[in-house]
């Protein structure tokens, strides 16, 4: 079955300590792999997208990366204006364009000044 | 780019009425979007995907006779929430794709949300 997971569930920093958010994936094959951030009451916001194992993208203080099992959303230095929900989510292999998102249930993340 | 918006933000209404919700592209033709619900606490749970021009597709378990989406054309879709209950109260989101590049990505762009309450 087809399963995303996210960890932590929550991940309370101080403003400019770095760290990981990880998004663990089980798919028969991968098409691409999402990560969204989400503020209370609020769309998510689309951040990055992952294709293939090893690629990398960077937009200011976050990084994405992908392993053939899991990516991960590094946070560098960050800033209280970075609290939000981070949502992971994967698009399986699977043919027609309208095969739906496997969302993860995301990482809360709170940065104290 | 890549915007989308929704109406209204927030509504309250009473048990037994209906609510429509409208989805909008404002810079790019989607010709697909997309309906989820979010509940506290937890992800998004995809409702149903319409493409432009053609009957929406429900996920399992969603009532397509009380959650009737339109998606009649390339930049507007609807949600109306016939009958409406208090168990219908949600934060429902709806999100855009365009055709093309946008769907080979698979990128969706999402709404800022309706904050559906039913008294």
């Known amino acids: 079955e087809d399963q995303v997971t996210q960890s932590p569930e929550a991940l309370r920093l101080q403003e400019g300590e770095s760290s990981s958010l990880n998004c663990s994936y089980t798919v028969s094959g991968l098409r691409g792999l999402f990560w969204y951030r989400q503020d209370p009451g609020k769309g998510p916001e689309f951040l990055f997208t992952?294709?293939?194992?090893?690629e990398e993208k960077e937009k200011e203080r976050l990084k994405a990366t992908l392993t053939k099992k899991e990516s991960f959303l590094h946070i560098t230095a960050p800033k209280p204006e970075d609290s939000a929900t981070y949502l992971c989510?994967?698009?399986?292999?699977?043919?027609?364009?309208?095969?739906?998102?496997?969302w993860g249930l995301g990482t809360s993340l709170a940065v104290n000044p | 780019g890549a915007v989308v918006s929704q109406h209204p933000s927030w509504v309250i209404c009473k048990s037994g009425t209906s609510v429509k919700i409208e989805c909008r592209s404002l810079d790019f033709q989607a010709t697909t979007m997309f309906w989820y619900r979010q509940f506290p606490k937890q992800s998004l749970m995809l409702m149903a995907t319409?493409?432009?021009?053609?009957?929406?597709?429900?996920e399992q378990g969603v009532e397509k006779d009380k959650f009737l989406i339109n998606h009649a054309s390339l930049t507007l879709s609807t949600l109306t929430v016939t009958s409406a209950h208090p168990e219908d109260s949600s934060f429902y989101i709806c999100?855009?794709?365009?055709?093309?590049?946008?769907?080979?990505?698979?990128?969706?762009?999402f709404g800022p949300g309706t904050r559906l309450t039913v008294t």
């Open positions: 999100s855009a794709r365009g055709g093309g590049r946008q769907a080979v990505d698979g990128v969706q762009y």
């Open positions: 992952l294709y293939s194992a090893g």
């Open positions: 319409s493409n432009e021009g053609s009957k929406a597709t429900y």
């Open positions: 989510a994967v698009r399986p292999l699977e043919a027609g364009n309208n095969r739906k998102l496997i």
